[in-house]
T-cell receptor, first 116, second 114 residues
């Protein structure tokens, strides 16, 4: 079974530029998550989708971050414009959801963003 | 509100020694509990999970964890550490309903001495 795919793996941009990250979840996983992991910290949830609907985006800085999952499969996270404090690893995860609930999350390798 | 505390930022053990990583959580109901491991430059890999039932759960790579409701703890253990276990370990608590949101601890970095 293929895991969660993310691209690119690394990205270096200057502040005020824009950047986009892509995620393809495990096949059949309805729930998709984007996390931000700053060096030395645990992952922090930015946004959670179930199919193509947003379940939780309470910690997404909506003035500069946006995310979509138009067809309920892959997803894109965008930052525009980037700030120095956005330097982090951006992790995508997915999980299977049934009528009984949502199960454990599986993570992709992450995209390491450096803003200079 | 959910929260997770991993009191040890760094732990160093000798290869072959036993290991215990601590995790304490705060949650109003029975939570889902997880341990993940992250090697440098990699994503998070699930080691084990607790949803319900037996409070001692076995995971991959020889790890186990015990859920103690009275202590709000879910400590990770391994009887004999291998050099390849050097990594960062994250405990997470997940809501058992609603959005099933996870909250992660700040992680414990494990160093293994040869």
């Amino acid at each position: 079974e293929a895991g969660v795919a993310q691209s690119p793996r690394y990205k270096i941009i200057e502040k005020r530029q824009s950047v986009a990250f892509w995620c393809n979840p495990i096949s059949g996983h309805a729930t998709l998550y984007w996390y931000q992991q700053i060096l030395g910290q645990g992952p922090k949830l930015l946004i959670q989708f179930q199919n193509n609907g947003v379940v939780d985006d309470s910690q997404l800085p909506k003035d500069r971050f946006s995310a979509e999952r138009l067809k309920g499969v892959d997803s894109t996270l965008k930052i525009q414009p980037a700030k120095l404090e956005d330097s982090a690893v951006y992790l995508c995860a997915s999980s299977f959801t049934s009528g009984r609930g949502t199960y454990e999350q599986y993570f992709g390798p992450g995209t390491r963003l450096t803003v200079t | 509100a959910q929260s997770v505390t991993q009191p040890d930022i760094h732990i160093t053990v000798s290869e072959g020694a036993s290991l215990e990583l601590r995790c304490n959580y705060s949650y109003g109901a029975t939570p889902y509990l997880f341990w993940y491991v992250q090697s440098p430059g990699q994503g998070l890999q699930l080691l084990l999970k607790y949803f319900s039932g037996d409070t001692l759960v076995q995971g991959i790579k020889g790890f186990e964890a015990e859920f103690k409701r009275s202590q709000s703890s879910f400590n990770l253990r391994k009887p004999s550490v291998h050099w390849s276990d050097a990594a960062e370990y994250f405990c997470a608590v997940g809501a058992a309903s609603g959005t099933y949101k996870y909250i992660f601890g700040t992680g414990t970095r494990l160093k293994v001495l040869a």
